[in-house]
């Protein structure tokens, strides 16, 4: 299996390679997390800045 790693330093190891291994996928599965914690940490940022409005709203 062949794998190259780049970094990014806010989202971790990049990796493109053979993702049909338990490990690739669990690599995968934390390269989503975080990205998911990146874009999470974004949006708090920008509604502390007022950049972005929140309506909170109910769904019933």
Do not use: Q
């Not at 971790?12 to 690739?24: A, L, Q, Y």
């Amino acid at each position: 299996m062949t794998m190259k790693y780049g970094m990014n330093p806010e989202i971790g190891p990049i990796g493109i390679g053979d993702f049909s291994t338990d490990e690739m996928e669990a690599k995968v599965l934390i390269h989503a997390g975080n990205l998911a914690k990146l874009a999470y940490d974004k949006c708090l940022e920008l509604i502390e800045e007022k950049e972005i409005l929140v309506i909170p709203f109910r769904i019933w």
